[in-house]
């Protein structure tokens, strides 16, 4: 028949490829033997991957009869989330391990919680650490998540520019009188801003209604982003920028531009608020500010007000797809719990460890890059003590994705930026969007 | 008066200098790129693309050097998976468009508009709309995470089987009965026949198809996950988060995820462009 | 024999098509339908429940509209600029009185082969907020103010998008041109010059005509491609939304609604509506310039 090559080469071919999908799609390795766990890890923040792998050492030699190995890997940060979503809903493919932002988290403890609870681990040694940490990752009294890291938001001083002024950052104890009274000081001795706000992120906004222990949710759920402390704070910010002069913008609207690294590093802003997580930034993009920059507390809004935040964040989660629920949260506790986990979260990451019984142990007075960057020197982690009772847990609804984009794309943009809109304008008009 | 060849003469100053004007505009970008490549993530945050960066004193191949180190050489693993989804889907896709599109210029049949129609909607109409459907058969076949599931949904690219439509048109029936009356059958006439004469066409859209493969960037996102099988695309991407970004990495790896596909294009430019002009985009 | 070798004919083309048809069905037909279930439900893990209207009453938003604004705006613009001026400069090219046209056409057409995300970062530093940053330096030489560019607003978001798709798809399309300008005799071109047309009047009258089927068709992909546009938008605001949706596209809503605010079934729906914007647009492009006129 003369169709009949045409047609043999054309099956042929699809038989092949047939083939072809499933062969290569391949699967996993088969089981493992007894004893042996190999877990899959997702992260955003390749960084992190060192610190479960170092945990898999130390477990391992605690452990041998239960060997740990960690598959990591590092995806976009959008592209993790929105797959993971997918996978946890259609119940196929997500990873054993999982690094959740804040500002996600939300998403996954909607509906049923497809995570692992972590309590029967917490709950022995909450009492030394700052719970608010747990809090954003739970729900019902479940723990789904364990921190990296407190985030504790402090004043990152120029000291050059303070000096020059005649200005010391243990006299800036107010908002409203002190630091406005120093940025004066500083604009005329220097001709330099006291500070950036971010118009296009919530590292300025957040951070200081949270010490006044607002929020964008209160306890309960509700919707409290258009209330008068937030007005008042953001208020402030305009103030200090428009009526003042004493603040700016940063280039690009937030403070994790490229050319925002620039202008830090060029000396634009005498004082930074944010996260001790920006630390890393510092060491990485302004080497010619190492040995000018002090941390310091924030000051306060009224007396005997809280001079720091909890902000930013992201936690470790089991996804219910794991086939080795119970060996993987204890490994992950394992990474994240113990007070020698918390240490090596300072050393190998850089950050302020949650477990605030660790921070004046000798290995956070150890010298490394940060403590030879910054002014404090080894006494850097004296200055968290400090606060450590100062930090508000940050309420998460199911709306906190929405609410934080809202604020970062409409409220302090508008406000700060295109100046279309009055804080209460903006704010309520956000508030309500979230209440429909 | 001006001559004609005077007016020739400052017709062509005129044009030479716009253009060059607009390549130098075009190419401004590139050039930077490659300088950013040479020297450290941190100068280009201090600096800015700025004169003192853009002409460095110094050029550092350091940069060169750590991307096959770093993370234990991941960039070549990306590097690898777009050279093997990208060869493997120019390959695929050439070759099941090519029958349809020859189908459908070659033949007249039943439901040959019907098809074509059918051809220019999906042309039309955007595909990542459907992404949420897609990753759920991906899913179920069992492809997520593999290469096949990157080009499965893209093998019959509606824009390569219109191409060849246009192509082969134009072919008269006789040719094709005199091959039949001596005995070949109707793929052995495309096997044989028609494909050595749609050489520049199978090059141009080979070229075509392997740039779009190389940059592709939305559905491999999707269905890759693992470190390892990521393209450089999402690679590179993966290095900018917002809670710092490893730009000597992202900078020296862009510049050596474009090298290929450059040289690929001026190798070939000659077929390419033969190919496209003959193809013609008649009606 | 005669009558088997008629039906291998008639036969064959079927098997030619299948590759299409099948993987039209599976890719494309089941999930568009599959969208338009979604687009009537609500998913979430463990529950799926359908829900009527209510994710098309949820497009009645700002944002929503916003996206289109933004989207059909950036598609206008682009096919605007990236129609003309490719012409003009396949016309260029194509000239005889041109040196260097391989040079040309080839430098042309490099930005095509850069990615997006590599054209990103160096995009997204030349369109800096400072004043040292490159446009901002050019424009400070020419006595303008240096603008904000990612936070400015609407016209300065238009600008950088429509700059970075500008930057990348100017050479295709002049290729494309210029294969079209190859097909055009030039008989034509003399026998006008004789009769006194000089060259603006030949370029109206002879070489944009004939160039029709280009222009349709350039047009066509460029409409789906502006409605589509996710990637330059994503260059200059990857880890935030845009400040005041000045860069929310169609596309970008979806994505966001779908994965970064978990509602599956509101996202389905707002596919929809793009797939619908698409086809309207090109079924009316395609009927203003006569497509659909029987072909001879």
């Known amino acids: 028949m003369k169709i009949g090559t045409g047609k043999k080469v054309m099956l042929g071919i699809t038989v092949l490829m047939l083939v072809g999908f499933f062969a290569w799609s391949g699967g996993q390795s088969g089981g493992a033997a007894k004893g042996e766990y190999t877990f899959s890890f997702w992260t955003f923040q390749q960084f992190h991957i060192a610190l479960l792998e170092d945990a898999a050492d130390r477990w391992n030699k605690e452990y041998p009869d239960r060997r740990v190995t960690v598959e990591s890997s590092s995806l976009p940060y959008a592209d993790l989330h929105s797959k993971l979503l997918v996978a946890l809903q259609s119940g196929v493919g997500a990873p054993d391990l999982v690094d959740i932002e804040i500002s996600q988290f939300a998403n996954f403890l909607k509906g049923t919680v497809q995570l692992a609870d972590y309590s029967k681990y917490v709950?022995?040694?909450?009492?030394?650490?700052?719970?608010?940490?747990?809090?954003?990752?739970?729900?019902?009294?479940?723990?789904?998540?364990?921190?990296?890291?407190?985030?504790?938001?402090?004043?990152?001083?120029?000291?050059?520019?303070?000096?020059?002024?005649g200005v010391r950052p243990q006299d800036i104890g107010y908002w409203t009188s002190d630091y406005v009274e120093a940025a004066r000081k500083v604009k005329s001795a220097t001709g330099k801003f006291m500070t950036t706000f971010e118009s296009n992120d919530q590292w300025s906004f957040w951070p200081m209604i949270s010490q006044q222990k607002s929020d964008y949710f209160n306890a309960?759920?509700?919707?409290?982003?258009?209330?008068?402390?937030?007005?008042?704070?953001?208020?402030?910010?305009?103030?200090?920028?428009?009526?003042?002069?004493?603040?700016?913008?940063?280039?690009?609207?937030?403070?994790?531009?490229?050319?925002?690294?620039?202008?830090?590093?060029?000396?634009?802003?005498?004082?930074?608020?944010?996260?001790?997580?920006?630390?890393?930034?510092?060491?990485?993009?302004?080497?010619?500010?190492?040995?000018?920059?002090?941390?310091?507390?924030?000051?306060?809004?009224?007396?005997n007000g809280f001079r720091s935040a909890g902000m930013g964040g992201t936690g470790t989660a089991v996804t219910n797809q794991c086939d080795d629920l119970d060996v993987a949260t204890e490994f992950v506790a394992y990474a994240k719990l113990s007070k020698e986990a918390n240490i090596k979260?300072?050393?190998?990451?850089?950050?302020?460890?949650?477990?605030?019984?660790?921070?004046?142990?000798?290995?956070?007075?150890?010298?490394?890059?940060?403590?030879?960057?910054?002014?404090?020197?080894?006494?850097?982690?004296?200055?968290?003590?400090?606060?450590?009772?100062?930090?508000?847990?940050?309420?998460?609804?199911?709306?906190?994705?929405?609410?934080?984009?809202?604020?970062?794309?409409?409220?302090?943009?508008?406000?700060?930026?295109?100046?279309?809109?009055?804080?209460?304008?903006?704010?309520?008009?956000?508030?309500?969007?979230?209440?429909? | 008066m001006l001559t004609v060849r005077t007016?020739?003469?400052?017709?062509?100053?005129?044009?030479?200098?716009?253009?060059?004007?607009?390549?130098?505009?075009?190419?401004?970008?590139?050039?930077?790129?490659?300088?950013?490549?040479?020297?450290?993530?941190?100068?280009?945050?201090?600096?800015?693309?700025?004169?003192?960066?853009?002409?460095?004193?110094?050029?550092?191949?350091?940069?060169?050097?750590?991307?096959?180190?770093?993370?234990?050489?991941?960039?070549?693993?990306?590097?690898?998976?777009?050279?093997?989804?990208?060869?493997?889907?120019?390959?695929?896709?050439?070759?099941?468009?090519?029958?349809?599109?020859?189908?459908?210029?070659?033949?007249?049949?039943?439901?040959?508009?019907?098809?074509?129609?059918?051809?220019?909607?999906?042309?039309?109409?955007?595909?990542?709309?459907?992404?949420?459907?897609?990753?759920?058969?991906?899913?179920?076949?069992?492809?997520?995470?593999?290469?096949?599931?990157v080009i499965a949904p893209f093998i019959t690219s509606p824009f390569v089987v219109f191409f060849f439509r246009q192509y082969t048109l134009g072919i008269p029936g006789d040719y094709l009965d005199a091959a039949r009356v001596d005995g070949v059958s109707e793929f052995g006439i495309y096997l044989r026949i028609m494909s050595p004469l749609m050489a520049p066409a199978y090059a141009a859209m080979a070229i075509l198809q392997a740039r779009q493969t190389w940059n592709d960037f939305f559905w491999p996102l999707i269905v890759l996950r693992s470190d390892k099988k990521l393209t450089l695309q999402i690679g590179l991407a993966s290095l900018l988060t917002p809670y710092g970004s490893n730009y000597d990495l992202l900078l020296t790896g862009a510049v050596l995820a474009t090298i290929p596909i450059i040289i690929l294009f001026i190798a070939f430019q000659r077929y390419f462009v033969s190919g496209i002009l003959a193809g013609g985009l008649k009606g | 024999m005669k009558m088997r070798r008629v039906s291998a004919q008639k036969i064959a083309p079927y098997f030619f098509v299948a590759p299409f048809l099948i993987s039209f069905c599976v890719f494309y037909l089941f999930p568009a339908l599959m969208t338009v279930i979604m687009s009537f439900q609500e998913?979430?893990?463990?529950?799926?429940?359908?829900?009527?209207?209510?994710?098309?009453?949820?497009?009645?938003?700002?944002?929503?509209?916003?996206?289109?604004?933004?989207?059909?705006?950036?598609?206008?613009?682009?096919?605007?600029?990236?129609?003309?001026?490719?012409?003009?400069?396949?016309?260029?090219?194509?000239?005889?009185?041109?040196?260097?046209?391989?040079?040309?056409?080839?430098?042309?057409?490099?930005?095509?082969?850069?990615?997006?995300?590599?054209?990103?970062?160096?995009?997204?530093?030349?369109?800096?907020?400072?004043?040292?940053?490159?446009?901002?330096?050019?424009?400070?030489?020419?006595?303008?103010?240096?603008?904000?560019?990612?936070?400015?607003?609407?016209?300065?978001?238009?600008?950088?998008?429509?700059?970075?798709?500008?930057?990348?798809?100017?050479?295709?399309?002049?290729?494309?041109f210029l294969s079209g300008l190859q097909t055009i005799p030039s008989e034509l071109y003399e026998s006008a010059e004789m009769d006194g047309a000089n060259a603006i009047t030949r370029f109206f009258r002879i070489t944009l005509p004939l160039l029709k089927p280009i222009i349709i068709f350039v047009i066509t992909i460029s409409v789906y491609g502006g409605y589509a546009m996710f990637a330059e938008s994503y260059i200059y605001w990857s880890n935030l939304q845009p400040p005041n949706d000045i860069g929310l596209t169609i596309l970008r809503y979806i994505y966001y609604t779908a994965f970064s605010v978990n509602e599956m079934g509101h996202a389905s729906a707002a596919g929809l509506v793009l797939l619908l914007i698409v086809l309207t647009i090109n079924i009316l492009q395609l009927n203003i310039f006569g497509v659909f006129r029987k072909e001879a």
Not at chain 3, 46 to 59: A, D, P, S
Not at chain 3, 90 to 112: D, E, M
Request: net charge neutral; with cysteine.
């Open chain 1, 123 to 165: 709950d022995p040694v909450r009492d030394k650490f700052i719970t608010a940490r747990f809090d954003i990752y739970s729900k019902g009294g479940n723990v789904y998540g364990l921190p990296y890291h407190v985030g504790a938001t402090v004043v990152y001083y120029n000291m050059n520019h303070l000096n020059a002024a």
């Open chain 1, 220 to 303: 309960a759920g509700d919707v409290i982003l258009d209330n008068d402390i937030n007005v008042k704070t953001l208020q402030f910010q305009y103030d200090m920028i428009y009526k003042d002069k004493l603040a700016t913008l940063p280039p690009g609207g937030y403070h994790h531009t490229e050319e925002f690294y620039g202008f830090l590093n060029a000396g634009e802003i005498a004082s930074l608020l944010m996260p001790m997580w920006y630390m890393g930034r510092f060491v990485d993009y302004c080497p010619d500010l190492s040995g000018k920059i002090l941390v310091h507390p924030m000051p306060r809004w009224e007396p």
């Open chain 1, 345 to 436: 979260i300072w050393e190998i990451l850089g950050f302020d460890p949650p477990r605030w019984d660790v921070w004046d142990s000798p290995e956070l007075k150890a010298e490394n890059k940060y403590t030879n960057y910054f002014k404090n020197g080894t006494a850097l982690f004296e200055t968290l003590l400090e606060v450590k009772e100062e930090i508000m847990p940050v309420n998460v609804t199911e709306l906190m994705p929405r609410a934080s984009d809202l604020v970062k794309s409409m409220v302090v943009y508008r406000v700060l930026e295109s100046r279309e809109q009055s804080p209460y304008e903006a704010l309520h008009e956000a508030a309500e969007e979230l209440r429909k």
């Open chain 2, 7 to 149: 007016k020739n003469a400052m017709l062509r100053s005129i044009t030479v200098v716009v253009l060059l004007l607009l390549v130098v505009l075009v190419l401004f970008p590139l050039y930077s790129l490659i300088v950013a490549s040479f020297r450290s993530g941190r100068e280009l945050m201090r600096l800015g693309l700025t004169p003192s960066f853009l002409i460095p004193e110094t050029l550092m191949l350091d940069f060169y050097k750590a991307l096959f180190t770093e993370r234990n050489g991941i960039y070549l693993h990306w590097f690898k998976n777009s050279f093997a989804i990208s060869a493997l889907q120019t390959i695929i896709t050439i070759f099941f468009a090519s029958l349809v599109g020859y189908g459908l210029g070659v033949y007249r049949f039943k439901g040959r508009n019907l098809v074509f129609s059918l051809v220019l909607f999906v042309l039309m109409i955007p595909i990542q709309i459907l992404v949420l459907p897609l990753f759920r058969i991906i899913i179920s076949f069992r492809i997520i995470d593999t290469y096949w599931g």
């Open chain 3, 43 to 176: 998913l979430l893990p463990g529950q799926v429940k359908f829900v009527g209207l209510r994710n098309y009453e949820l497009l009645m938003n700002p944002h929503f509209r916003n996206a289109i604004i933004v989207s059909s705006i950036y598609t206008v613009v682009t096919i605007a600029i990236l129609v003309s001026v490719p012409i003009v400069l396949a016309v260029l090219v194509n000239s005889k009185i041109t040196p260097a046209r391989n040079f040309f056409r080839a430098g042309f057409f490099v930005p095509s082969l850069v990615s997006v995300i590599v054209a990103g970062v160096i995009f997204r530093l030349m369109f800096g907020t400072m004043e040292t940053a490159f446009i901002n330096a050019v424009l400070g030489s020419l006595g303008l103010e240096p603008q904000r560019w990612t936070t400015g607003g609407f016209v300065h978001a238009q600008v950088i998008m429509v700059s970075v798709a500008v930057w990348r798809w100017m050479g295709i399309n002049m290729l494309y």
